[in-house]
C-alpha cells in the first residue's frame, strides 16, 4: 500500500510547492520517514490530499484506499469552519494513535522550517498537546 500511496500524494501534490519554494512532496516523504507502521506511513503520504488537491480523479482514488487509511486522512483534515485547536482536539478525542502520530510528525516536520512567531507557537502548542495527551 505504501508505493500506492506514495504514488498518489506524488500525483495529488504535483506542482505544489510550501512557502520555501521546496516541492510539497517532500513534506510528505519527511512526515512518512519519521513513521515505522505501515499503515501510519501510508496516511503520512496522503496527510493533506484532501485539503490539497481537487483533482477529482485523485479523490476518488483515495476514497478507495482500505478503510483504516481513509479513516486516518479524513480526520486529519480540518474541516470547513473548524478552528485549528478544535481539529487538534477532534483528532485526540478519536483515540486512533495512527492519526495522532501522523500529526505529531507532521508538526514536527512543519516546525522545523517556520520562523519564530505566532504559526510557530501554534504548532508547538499543539504538538505538546499531542505529546501529553495523545500517546498511551
Same mark, same amino acid.
Given at each position: 500500500?505504501n508505493d500506492?500511496?506514495?504514488?498518489?500524494?506524488?500525483?495529488a501534490h504535483?506542482g505544489q510547492?510550501?512557502?520555501?519554494?521546496?516541492?510539497?512532496?517532500?513534506?510528505?516523504?519527511?512526515?512518512? #520517514?519519521?513513521?515505522?507502521?505501515?499503515?501510519? #506511513?501510508?496516511?503520512?503520504?496522503?496527510?493533506?490530499?484532501?485539503?490539497?488537491?481537487?483533482?477529482?480523479?485523485?479523490?476518488?482514488?483515495?476514497?478507495?484506499?482500505?478503510?483504516?487509511?481513509?479513516?486516518?486522512? @479524513?480526520?486529519?483534515?480540518?474541516?470547513?469552519?473548524?478552528?485549528?485547536?478544535?481539529?487538534?482536539?477532534?483528532?485526540?478525542?478519536?483515540?486512533?494513535?495512527?492519526?495522532?502520530?501522523?500529526?505529531?510528525?507532521?508538526? @514536527?516536520?512543519?516546525?522545523?522550517?517556520?520562523?519564530?512567531?505566532?504559526?510557530?507557537?501554534?504548532?508547538?502548542?499543539?504538538?505538546?498537546?499531542?505529546?501529553?495527551?495523545?500517546?498511551?
Open positions: 500500500m500506492a500511496a506514495k504514488d498518489l500524494a506524488h500525483r504535483a510547492t510550501r512557502k520555501n519554494g521546496e516541492p510539497y512532496f517532500n513534506h510528505a516523504e519527511r512526515v512518512m #520517514q519519521q513513521l515505522d507502521d505501515p499503515t501510519a #506511513q501510508a496516511v503520512a503520504y496522503l496527510h493533506d490530499v484532501l485539503e490539497d488537491c481537487e483533482d477529482p480523479m485523485i479523490l476518488e482514488e483515495l476514497n478507495r484506499c482500505p478503510e483504516p487509511i481513509l479513516t486516518a486522512v @479524513k480526520l486529519l483534515t480540518c474541516a470547513p469552519g473548524e478552528t485549528y485547536f478544535d481539529f487538534i482536539h477532534r483528532v485526540l478525542a478519536s483515540g486512533k494513535q495512527t492519526a495522532i502520530a501522523v500529526k505529531m510528525a507532521d508538526l @514536527k516536520d512543519n516546525l522545523r522550517d517556520l520562523e519564530e512567531g505566532h504559526q510557530k507557537d501554534k504548532y508547538r502548542f499543539a504538538l505538546e498537546l499531542l505529546e501529553r495527551r495523545g500517546v498511551g
